[in-house]
């Protein structure tokens, strides 16, 4: 037994009854018998192999082992032992082990490494050892691993290589690890750790589990959207179709609040039904928890939308963030309070602040009284506001805490007495501007700019837009994200850049002040034209995922691009941007982009837009969600442009390609086949829906020999052409077309034709 607790490096180890394999009924003797047999085994095992328990929860120990060796064996007599008992004690237990510097020291360990040796065990499943890569390089040679790949884990700020420990008398086969990774959803990987406010995400958590319906409101800049996010990646596992979330900073419009919804939960429209109507029918019969973030400058559309959504289903969650209630019956409110100031070093506020500063200078801590006062009076002077904090923090890779202490107090002394805003938020916004007056003229300019973005940025973009050189812009961004008024994502091969919703909204408004919105609104508009124009070009082709991608990625941008162009009568420019994403984005079943183009037709009627014929096309897609007469006559009318002077059509027969969709959709077969056989007549070597199309004409009606002798010239077209799409749909074809004649050639792999 470990007379003293370790210091330095240690190995945790976690143990957790699982909670799927509890068999010991509902009495509280009975539960209590079993966690008592849990605990004396574990520390039996434990305390033999010279480990020291410093922590007994509810169901679970954490111990710190001297050396990993003599972890990895305590949790493997620890198992054998549970094992040998689970049929009699009613359980399974959970072990995980990870090596790290302790932080705090026994008999009290806190810090991001006892918290990531506890994610890791979240993770395992009943009779599991699972241990991480720093454990796994310990241990290598002296016990028997097994890679189960990298896994991202709760709350983590990066991504985990975990194994599992292998041993005589335990099972060595289990279901796939419990990790994010392996749930339904789009809750996007946090790229720093969550810190402090653990009651609270226990209180929100259980409020979302009893009620329809719970609202997170407070200040911007409070931590609305990150505690959201927080409960949510805790209840994955209780919600099997998925935790979705729905951001609507980027909808600028209240007519495209249930557009957004209905596109990130991948519901399609239905015909002329009301497409809210479609979202609560779809969304009636599924256990999901939807997280509806930044609620308030739509706060009417959203109010409805969710008041229908709840309306027709018992068992769909909401949980939203908003600075304004939304006040539907039912509603359940959470004020969501600053981060505690209580405890000075060790309240929350501080701790954030450290663990922030050490991302920018990683020797960063409270190493003498002046620094601790002084970041702790930072917090205070913040009121405890999470973005506040991360702000000031940055500045620690230039900066003492004392001179940013000094300079903070000293605006907050020239800002005193301004009102119109609620304490909170005017300290939140003094705080941005405090951190604006720090950047140079150029940073602020480009901070300015970027706030035309919604949903983000490349830096090939921003370049453009504001008509500055990457280089130069590249460094300017460099530093924004390192004084955290830009948040970076990085990808294998990409980064793309956004700001936090309170930021935007600031440096919008400084733009506005200065003059420049209108005009920086009116180059983002027609640099997204362009692009999607040009993407475009590239969609028909192997070209086609990057280009299907970028209308993914861009959602937001293209549609406040287009809102914004046709606000201002610019219908040249917002013809290109809807045409485009729409004729992209059916692809991928981006439908919200062709109501985009049905909208958009009223406004255009009559107008001279060379484009116009790809506007119309685009809106014939519309055969896709019910609406295929509508559908039909545009793409008609998308052909007799094409035909007329000073219009740009589509591509060659594709307008008539839509048209024929429209037309079996309407039930008329024979016209389908007509349009589609002189789609291919024409233009069916080069094209790769022509031939394709024309067959599936003919099987369907019956011409079963016709579309036998064209299915290898449709199958070679689409190849010829490189469009996964339109390979795809050829080898549908072929396969609908060979099920009537030849069914065994039908059920080959595509790989031999």
């Not at 539960?31 to 305390?47: L, N």
């Not at 691993?145 to 599992?164: I, S, W």
């Not at 970076?488 to 990409?494: I, K, L, N, P, V």
Request: with cysteine; hydrophobic share 45%.
């Amino acid at each position: 037994m470990a007379a003293e607790p370790p210091a330095g490096t240690v190995t945790f180890l976690i143990t957790a009854v699982d909670s799927s394999s509890r068999r010991w009924g509902e009495t509280p003797d009975a539960a209590s018998a079993a966690v008592e047999r849990h605990d004396v085994i574990a520390r039996d095992a434990i305390e033999r192999h010279g480990g020291y328990v410093f922590a007994i929860g509810d169901d679970g120990i954490g111990a710190t082992f001297s050396t990993a060796v003599d972890a990895a064996e305590a949790a493997v007599e620890l198992q054998c032992r549970v094992f040998a008992e689970r049929e009699t004690i009613g359980f399974d237990v959970r072990v995980g082990l990870h090596t790290g510097e302790a932080g705090g020291g026994g008999p009290r360990y806190v810090g991001p490494e006892v918290d990531r040796a506890a994610r890791l065990t979240s993770i395992a499943n009943g009779g599991q050892v699972v241990v991480s890569e720093t454990t796994e390089l310990l241990v290598r040679g002296r016990l028997t691993l097994r890679t189960l790949g990298e896994h991202r884990l709760h709350d983590l700020d990066r991504r985990m290589t975990v194994h599992q420990l292998m041993a005589e008398g335990l099972p060595s086969e289990f279901p796939a690890l419990r990790s994010m990774d392996t749930w339904i959803g789009n809750l996007p990987e946090q790229p720093t750790s969550f810190v402090g406010r653990d009651a609270l995400v226990v209180e929100v958590a259980d409020l979302v589990r009893s009620n329809r319906l719970v609202t997170l409101g407070g200040a911007g800049g409070v931590g609305k959207t990150r505690l959201a996010l927080e409960v949510g990646a805790g209840l994955v596992g209780e919600f099997p179709d998925g935790v979705w979330v729905i951001e609507l900073a980027s909808v600028g419009d209240a007519s495209s609040v249930t557009a957004a919804i209905a596109t990130t939960l991948g519901i399609l429209p239905r015909g002329d039904d009301q497409l809210i109507d479609t979202v609560a029918d779809v969304l009636s019969n599924r256990r999901a928890l939807v997280l509806i973030d930044n609620c308030e400058h739509v706060l009417s559309a959203v109010s409805a939308a969710i008041s229908v959504i709840l309306a027709g289903s018992g068992i769909v969650r909401v949980l939203a963030t908003s600075r304004e209630y939304l006040w539907i019956p039912g509603e359940t409110l959470v004020e969501v309070p600053p981060l505690a100031l209580e405890g000075g070093v060790e309240s929350d506020a501080v701790k954030l602040f450290v663990q922030r500063a050490r991302a920018v200078r990683s020797m960063f801590g409270l190493l003498d009284a002046q620094t601790a006062a002084a970041v702790t009076e930072i917090c205070q002077t913040l009121d405890g506001l999470p973005l506040g904090i991360e702000l000031a923090a940055a500045r620690m890779a230039a900066m003492s805490p004392i001179e940013v202490r000094d300079r903070l107090g000293a605006r907050f002394r020239l800002l005193r007495g301004q009102g119109g805003r609620p304490a909170r938020q005017q300290t939140l916004l003094r705080a941005v501007g405090w951190s604006y007056d720090l950047l140079d003229a150029e940073e602020q300019k480009l901070l300015r700019n970027a706030s035309v973005f919604f949903g983000g940025f490349d830096l090939a973009s921003i370049s453009t837009v504001i008509g500055a050189d990457d280089v130069d812009i590249l460094g300017q961004l460099d530093s924004l994200v390192g004084k955290s008024m830009i948040v970076a994502g990085h990808s294998a091969t990409h980064t793309r850049y956004r700001l936090y919703e309170t930021i935007r909204q600031f440096a919008e408004d400084r733009l506005t002040d200065t003059g420049g919105l209108e005009g920086m609104r009116d180059r983002h508009a027609a640099y997204f034209a362009s692009a999607a124009a040009a993407r475009w070009e590239r969609w028909n082709g192997p070209g086609w995922r990057d280009s299907v991608d970028w209308v993914d990625v861009e959602l937001g941008n293209l549609r406040t691009a287009f809102q914004w162009s046709r606000q201002r009568g610019d219908m040249k420019v917002a013809v290109d941007i809807v045409a485009h994403a729409a004729l992209m984005g059916f692809s991928i079943e981006l439908f919200e982009t062709v109501a985009w183009a049905e909208e958009l037709l009223e406004s255009v009627a009559g107008a001279a837009v060379p484009r116009l014929p790809r506007l119309y096309a685009a809106a014939g897609y519309a055969c896709f969600v019910g609406r295929a007469e509508a559908a039909t006559v545009n793409a008609h009318t998308a052909v007799e442009l094409e035909s007329m002077p000073g219009y740009e059509p589509c591509e060659p027969g594709y307008a008539t390609f839509i048209e024929a969709l429209g037309q079996v959709y309407c039930g008329h077969l024979d016209r389908y086949v007509e349009l589609t056989g002189s789609v291919a007549s024409r233009f069916g070597a080069t094209r790769g829906y022509g031939v394709a199309s024309y067959v599936d004409g003919l099987q369907a009606s019956g011409r079963v020999a016709e579309a036998l002798e064209l299915v290898d010239a449709s199958i070679a077209a689409a190849r010829d052409l490189e469009n996964p799409y339109w390979i795809a749909y050829a080898l549908w074809i072929a396969g609908l077309a060979l099920s009537k004649a030849e069914p065994q050639r039908a059920r080959s792999p595509s790989r031999v034709w």
